[in-house]
């Protein structure tokens, strides 16, 4: 990791504004992506080693946004690996809007905790990561930790063009009712439990990294989390030697 770990920070960075914001991401730096993955196909890590044993504990794992499934497979199969009742959650590409899949992450949530017997550890990448944090707002009780992986915190959607543009799209898209029947309202809940007073008991790791190309990283640091930098871009967050690495070292937060 670069820059070490830390916990809350007194002082809020504000993400960029203008030009900067919308043009101003390393996205060149995505490229890193299949290199990342296959480094971390071939590591120990790809075995379960050096990841805290799960013995069984239940943990969901939300994909970003249009992600869906396949961005978390390395993540499922090395959780898994090591002793954790790890699964995706059943958001689609999650695209549509927030409420929806919130709706589909509780469930997963409710279901894993009913059948294990024990809070569940939430994962989230990106988009994920504001669901995870939804949960903990809503769901106190049935949450041990949520750990978010380039997340926008701060904001809705990052202000760089190439996610704000399909965001806005698509947000227009199902407020017009181009997928059914809507309900604004609940999303508007979304929105406020966003930014909602985060509740006691439960730890909070954001990870991030400067050189994430998507989001940046300044809206992933709020006070109540505590956060871990690397160096990755923003898919090998979640599918990289550091990224994973980091993941570990959040979830042995759990055993001290």
């Known amino acids: 990791m670069t820059g070490g770990e830390q916990g809350g920070m007194d002082r809020v960075e ?9 043009f101003g991401r390393p996205v060149h730096l995505e490229l890193r992506g299949p290199f990342e993955l296959r480094a971390l196909r071939r590591s120990p890590l790809w075995r379960g080693e050096g990841v805290p044993a799960g013995n069984g504990r239940p943990l969901l794992i939300i994909p970003g946004f249009l992600a869906a499934r396949n961005s978390a497979v390395a993540i499922h199969h090395i959780l898994n690996q090591a002793g954790w009742r790890a699964e995706v959650a059943s958001v689609g590409r999650n695209s549509g809007p927030a409420y929806v ?110 050189t994430d190309g998507i989001v940046d990283w300044r809206t992933s640091i709020e006070p109540a989390a505590h956060t871990m930098e690397i160096s990755a871009s923003h898919r090998g967050l979640l599918n990289s030697v550091a990224g994973v690495t980091a993941i570990a070292d959040a979830l042995r937060r759990q055993d001290h």
């Open 14 to 22: 504000h993400p960029r504004t203008g030009v900067a914001g919308w």
């Open 101 to 210: 899949g919130m709706d589909a992450a509780a469930s997963d949530l409710r279901r894993l905790e009913d059948e294990t017997g024990e809070p569940v550890t939430v994962v989230g990448h990106s988009r994920g990561g504001q669901f995870a944090r939804v949960l903990a707002v809503r769901h106190p009780a049935s949450v041990r930790q949520i750990v978010v992986i380039g997340t926008p915190l701060l904001v809705k959607y990052p202000d760089f063009a190439a996610v704000k543009l399909p965001a806005e799209v698509l947000d227009r898209g199902w407020r017009a009712g181009a997928f059914g029947q809507v309900f604004p309202d609940r999303e508007s809940e979304v929105d406020r439990d966003r930014h909602a007073e985060f509740p006691d008991g439960i730890d909070f790791v954001s990870i991030y990294s400067r």
